[in-house]
T-cell receptor, first 114, second 112 residues
């Protein structure tokens, strides 16, 4: 079955280190998204992509970057991890054909910055 | 700015009762709405969606109602079961950016 997977599922890193969270989907979806989820804020959009080589900033993009070299993957990079980036990160995708397509989420990546 | 919010952060119901989770949205340009269920330690799961040209849509044990006049969305769960215990998010999509905007979530606690 087609799916969306994230790795690692759990990671502890030190302040200032570069961290990359992987997201891979096998639906051949054009649209991919990264969200972070924190208590009191719900899900907030970090970056998103509408296709290969397309990337866009979401509402909380500072300190994060993404790249889209193929349809299946949208890795999220924290250039220099900060304690404020301790969070749960969710990747999502949808086909992008019109506004009514369901968005599917990965299982999440728990990141702790110490 | 755009926002989607929930009226009740926590809802406690007895097993077998019907549950109603409410959501308010502020962007009148949104044309598609989704309810997600998120269990502890997992990603959000799609439950049901509705387009702005509809007032009601039914799924298996769930019904979504959309009142565009007051910008209100509700999720009704019939015969609530312990497995329904989770956080429920409403989300809106549409407008120029076509981005999904989430509410902060409602915790549904089902008492056996």
């Amino acid at each position: 079955d087609a799916e969306i997977t994230q790795s690692p599922r759990h990671k502890i890193t030190e302040t200032g280190r570069q961290v990359t969270l992987a997201c891979h989907q096998t639906w051949n979806h054009n649209n991919m998204f990264w969200y972070r989820q924190d208590l009191g804020h719900g899900l907030r959009l970090i970056h998103y992509s509408y296709g290969v080589h397309d990337t866009n900033k979401g509402e909380v993009s500072d300190g994060y970057s993404v790249s889209r070299s193929n349809t299946e993957d949208l890795p999220l990079t924290l250039e220099s991890a900060a304690s404020s980036q301790t969070s749960v990160y969710f990747c999502a995708s949808r086909s992008g054909e019109g506004s009514g397509n369901t968005i599917y989420f990965g299982e999440g990546s728990w990141l702790t910055v110490v | 700015g755009e926002s989607v919010g929930l009226h009740l952060p926590t809802l406690s119901v007895q097993e077998g009762d019907n549950s109603i989770i409410n959501c308010a949205y502020s962007n009148s340009a949104s044309d598609y709405f989704i309810w997600y269920k998120q269990e502890s330690g997992k990603g959000p799961q799609f439950i049901i969606d509705i387009r702005s040209n509809m007032d009601k849509r039914q799924g298996q044990r769930v019904t979504v109602l959309l009142n565009k006049t007051v910008k209100h969305l509700s999720l009704q769960i019939a015969a609530t079961q312990p497995g329904d215990s989770a956080v429920y998010f409403c989300a809106e999509l549409g407008g120029a950016t076509n981005k999904l905007i989430f509410g902060t979530g409602t915790l549904l606690a089902v008492q056996p």
